[in-house]
């Protein structure tokens, strides 16, 4: 099913500020408007990760742990699949020593509080 | 929204295959009835891999490059979206020399003739 318009700016609005305001600016607290309450973070090298808050912690130890600083997320395609979303994206993470991951991802989004947010998120490298 | 019997049922039984007759058989051409025509694989440590024939490929690759041998798919929570469903599942790859690969992995459902084909997916290491 296609994507209309505001939803397919809803999630670019989320998508910048992950990539500006989380990991950009090291700012935690913008992710309460990214992921929703009960999100599940599947990342490479660990478990899954769930809820918000387990989720702050997770991308707290991502940029000490790596040096992240920088993330640029492109979306590949998007469809609806009835209230939610389900993205395919390419995702490059600046770490430590100027070294940049590739890597790519699947979102399921979902509209909660007036937002897309991230409900579902898995990446791995190329 | 919750999952009828019937789907669950016909997802069980498409992961079965999986695990059975395309990585326990080596028998590519049961990855007819597990993927849809125009689905996308993302696998670590490579570019997206788009279309049942390069899915063939990329299976039959990993069985040998991996020396894969076995593969169990346990479902850790699924959910309908619309006509389709996403699942999170825990994963475990039998590879050479009886090193077995514990993951995770997101996969996008869809029916499609008759059956419930795995649209995409995506998966990464513990």
Redesign the interface.
């Known amino acids: ?1 296609s994507v209309p318009d505001a939803v397919r700016a809803g999630m670019q609005e989320t998508n910048d500020r992950f990539c500006r305001e989380a990991i950009g600016g090291g700012d935690l607290s913008a992710l309460n408007g990214i992921y929703t309450a009960n999100a ?1 973070v ?7 990760v769930e809820g918000l808050e387990a989720i702050k912690g997770f991308w707290q130890g991502a940029i000490a742990g790596l040096g992240l600083t920088g993330a640029t997320l492109t979306t ?1 395609s998007v469809e ?5 979303a ?1 993205e ?1 994206g390419h995702a490059e993470l600046s770490v430590r020593d100027g070294v940049v991951i590739k890597g ?3 979102v ?1 989004w979902k509209e909660q509080d007036g937002g897309w947010r991230w409900d ?1 998120d ?5």
Chains 1, 2 share one sequence.
Not at 42 to 48: D, H, S
Not at 80 to 84: K, L, N, W
Not at 122 to 126: K, P, Y
Request: hydrophobic share 45%; with cysteine; net charge positive.
């Open positions: 099913m599940r599947l990342p490479p090298g660990a478990p899954i590949v609806m699949c009835g209230e939610s389900v395919i790519k991802y699947i399921h579902k898995i990446w791995n490298a190329d």
